[in-house]
């Protein structure tokens, strides 16, 4: 049974992305086999399908860290043939086949049931960097803070991390900020929730080791000065949650917000997640994430495509999520 899919691959002039014909055979080890429907584009997906960033570990390489579908065949106690799932994260992608194929064999621990809300195409809309961004916000709500203690803010905005977490926070009455480098993304970004757009310029400098107060909580998918900028500038007793890097791994910071003000940073690891948080993120989002909204940030391309939205979104040009459609 042959299938498309894209394929990594490393060679002495350097690593290479293209679309290939592939087996069942040539699939990796797993006891569940899954016929995917659809995927979709991340940014660690366009780090992986350049090569910019080492994030594939093993080649050659099927990327896509997210996918959805339904179950061809199992040897798990927990699937069987025809039931509908999703998967995020596990290292697929990255040392394991991903999502860029007719086909995935994967572990049945790493998948989660696709929840009754959501179709396949509307899960990989959502995706690791919707997954991601509703993790973010219940690690804040964990935290203790809440829309009456002040406003929010997100980094990123027009990504797909940040286009989730402004429509996720405006749901539950926050006031949020959204930081962004595309003023052209204004009326895009009011239509999710935000109440206030600032230019991420603002944010991306060195600055100072303790700002002016501006907010209690955020979700940073940017790292680097921008974090440190978001740290500085945090409540008394607010938190910061942080899911990215796309300035940069490194956090140019002092330790005064922490001791001085009591914030909080909040790390925020979707690939390792326990599958009992995957499952809470994943029912919160089917309660909480509007559909009018997940649909106006979302768009839809052919395997065929996934290369160049790859290098697109490395590049900043792509807004919002980016589905896959597989077959």
Known sequence: MQFKAI????????QSAALKQLGVDDLMEGDVLVKVSHSTVNYKDGLALTGKVPVVRRFPMVPGIDFAGVVESSSHPDWRSGDAAVLNGWGVGETHFGGYAGYA????????PLPKAFTPAQAMAIGTAGY?????????EKQGVT??????VVTGAAGGVGSVAIALLAKHGWHVIASTGRPEEKAYLEGLGAAEIIDRQELSEKGRP?????????VDSVGSHTLANLLSMTQYRGAIAACGLAQGMDLPASVA???????ALLGVDSVMAAKSRRIEAWDRLARDLDPAKLEAMTRTIPLEETISAGEAILAGKLRGRTVVRIT
């Open 105 to 112: 064999c994967v572990k049945g621990d790493w998948l989660v």
């Open 147 to 152: 829309p009456a203690d002040g406003p929010a």
């Open 7 to 14: 394929l990594v691959e490393k060679k002495d002039t350097g």
């Open 257 to 263: 917000p922490f001791i001085l003000r009591g914030v």
């Open 132 to 140: 991601t961004a509703m993790l973010a916000v219940i690690a804040i």
């Open 210 to 218: 303790l700002g002016k107060e501006r907010w209690i909580a955020g």
